[in-house]
């Protein structure tokens, strides 16, 4: 959501952001005021990040004032300059204005961009935000978490996928999930794919930007297919699987979520598997392309044409049943069958029976 509180950057202050992350400056303080963000003070650097942190950054510091910093790294990134983005918001500050500054901080991370900001901390004392507290943060970010990796990645993946409940006439959203916007080559490169203009179209997630994005559309023959997955990041994948079942040729849609294990981050594998549901929710609901089969796997090598061939056409075993007692007809039963027991009296009939079997033998 963006600009929550309505509040925004004036002309100026962009232009002052834009010359920012050139790296004009070191440090900028932003503060709300008049229903504005306005840029309380700046400073041009002196020495390193290090050296000039402290100097920099406390003195900023007001007892009863929140406000937002952004100071400059030395180091760069593919957009630029990396900055650490610091909401400071004291304990003695009134809370209509910790709310404010809380509910606005969105807002600042946009207008600034959020690909330049490398960390963000929070801080209610000086001690927090100094930069012993930094590189404390740093650690505690860096440290292992209570939870084994796998442990982790299984609780961030139940709290974040979403589950879709479908019925006659209602489908809502059980769960939180992540739903990232699809780039315009890669509905371009799907619409492609359901009219059979490709074979093959591959999307992956720019995690800077939050969408989902078009990775290749080379041709893919089936042979070609596990080279096409790869080995370090997980990827999204289409593939027009053109076989023949039972004497008949069909040209089937396959989607492949790929997901090479625990080479990538908790975040990545987090952020694809929440984002799986949404994307085939638009795929298959917007586009209206028909996929015949789902698949997931952790390495290209899987798919051989015998393994696609059978996702595709699961064999049905055939299994023998165990007879089953049919049951009686419900409501009025039949009449009785007797039973004689072995004390009962037996028949003339049964007694000429008898007899004729016992000359039967004698003879």
């Known amino acids: 959501m963006s600009h929550q509180t309505g509040i925004q950057a004036c002309g100026d202050v962009k232009d002052i952001f834009a010359r920012a992350r050139y790296g004009q400056y070191r440090i900028l303080k932003i503060i709300i005021e008049n229903e504005q963000l306005v840029v309380g003070s700046f400073r041009q650097p002196d ?17 009863k004032q929140p406000c937002y910093l952004l100071y400059r790294l030395d180091s760069q990134n593919a957009q630029g300059y990396e900055w650490i983005f610091i909401a400071w918001s004291p304990d003695h500050s009134h809370v209509r204005q910790k709310m404010l500054y809380a509910a606005t901080r969105a807002t600042l991370k946009k207008e600034f961009g959020g690909g330049h900001i490398k960390d963000e901390v929070f801080g209610t004392t000086k001690d927090d935000v100094s930069l012993n507290g930094y590189q404390k943060y740093l650690i505690s970010q860096s440290s292992p978490a209570p939870l084994t990796a796998a442990e982790e990645e299984l609780r961030q993946i139940k709290m974040n996928e979403v589950q879709v409940e479908v019925g006659v006439d209602t489908k809502h959203q059980t769960l939180q999930g992540v739903a990232f916007p699809l780039a315009k080559e890669a509905i371009q490169a799907l619409e492609k794919l359901k009219n059979k203009q490709l074979n093959y179209v591959q999307l992956q997630i720019d995690m800077k930007n939050e969408t989902i994005v078009l990775a290749n559309t080379l041709h893919t023959e089936l042979k070609d297919l596990p080279n096409r ?26 989607f492949i979520y790929s997901m090479p294990g625990y080479t990538c981050s908790i975040r990545e594998r987090m952020l694809y598997s929440s984002c799986k549901s949404p994307l085939l929710e638009i795929v298959e609901r917007q586009l209206w392309m028909q996929i015949i089969r789902k698949i997931e796997i952790d390495n290209g090598d899987e798919l051989t044409p015998d393994f696609l061939y059978e996702e595709v056409h699961p064999k049905h075993h055939a299994h023998k049943q165990n007879f089953a007692k049919p049951k009686g007809p419900a409501g009025k039963r039949g009449i009785r069958r007797l039973i004689r027991g072995p004390a009962d009296a037996e028949t003339p009939t049964d007694l000429k029976s008898i007899t004729c079997t016992g000359n039967n033998t004698l003879q």
């Open 229 to 254: 997955i790869p080995k370090d990041s997980a990827r999204y994948h289409f593939f027009l699987y053109k076989h023949s079942h039972e004497g008949d040729y069909l040209e089937s849609i396959v």
């Open 47 to 63: 020495e390193s990040w290090e050296k000039d942190y402290d100097s920099f950054v406390l003195p900023l510091l007001e007892d």
